[in-house]
């Protein structure tokens, strides 16, 4: 069972901070990485994604990726009260399909 | 562009009725999937299409559960007969590619109740 592992939080940091959310997954072989913020009530909305490792920086968030350690990693600098959601961690493997994490809660304190 | 359209919205019904839910993916996309999201299990795949042909329902829960994609512009999910474990919100995603790894796009869901 291919397993993407996620800390449930909540997580929470004041606004204007560094919010780091964490992700890691069991198949070795994945080659597709993504994370998603869901709004209480919304449906998943996709942040980004990242193949490569190393960084990749959209705006005030950056996806991190180590394939050796089998972790994914969201940073959002400057948080915003509006940032407040739940983060979903995406990992496409060798079952050709997505498994999604739990997801990690985090809350921005104005 | 209009995103994923999903039908109903919401949707209570009793135990032993037939559910069905239906989704419009983004015009041009090759991809379809079902996904049902509950805050034990959280985002489980049912089952998902490429180019209208299924290719993983390995996450259908049981035999009460099933899906159809007629054309590239429709798919329902059916359940029937319905249980009240099957009281979930059903998201329905569209990818452009033809993979089911690639970036999804959600539609906004459709909340069933089960009494």
């Known amino acids: 069972q291919k397993e993407v592992e996620q800390n449930s939080g909540p997580l929470s940091v004041p606004e204007g901070a560094i919010a780091s959310l964490n992700c890691t997954y069991s198949?070795?072989?994945?080659?597709?990485f993504f994370w998603y913020r869901q709004y209480s009530g919304k449906s998943p909305e996709l942040i980004m994604f990242?193949?490569?490792?190393g960084d990749k920086e959209d705006g005030r968030f950056t996806a991190q990726l180590n394939k050796a350690s089998q972790y994914v990693s969201l940073l959002i600098r400057d948080s915003q009260p509006s940032d407040s959601a739940t983060y979903l961690c995406?990992?496409?493997?060798?079952?050709?399909?997505?498994?999604f994490g739990k997801g990690t809660k985090l809350t921005v304190n104005p | 562009d209009a995103g994923v359209i999903q039908s109903p919205r919401h949707e209570v019904t009793e135990m032993g009725q037939e559910v069905t839910l239906r989704c419009k993916p983004i015009?041009?996309?090759?991809?379809l999937f079902w996904y049902r999201q509950t805050m034990m299990r959280g985002l489980e795949l049912l089952i998902y299409f490429n180019n209208n042909v299924p290719i993983d329902d390995s996450g259908m829960p049981e035999d009460r559960f099933s899906a159809k994609m007629p054309n590239a512009s429709f798919s329902t999910l059916k359940i029937q007969p319905s249980e009240p474990r099957d009281s979930a919100v059903y998201f329905c995603?569209?990818?452009?590619?033809?993979?089911?790894?690639?970036?999804?796009?959600f539609g906004p869901g459709t909340r069933l109740l089960v009494l």
């Open positions: 990242i193949y490569s490792n």
């Open positions: 015009s041009g996309h090759n991809s």
């Open positions: 198949d070795r072989g994945s080659q597709s």
């Open positions: 995406a990992v496409g493997g060798g079952s050709e399909k997505l498994v």
């Open positions: 995603a569209s990818s452009p590619r033809a993979s089911g790894k690639e970036t999804q796009y």
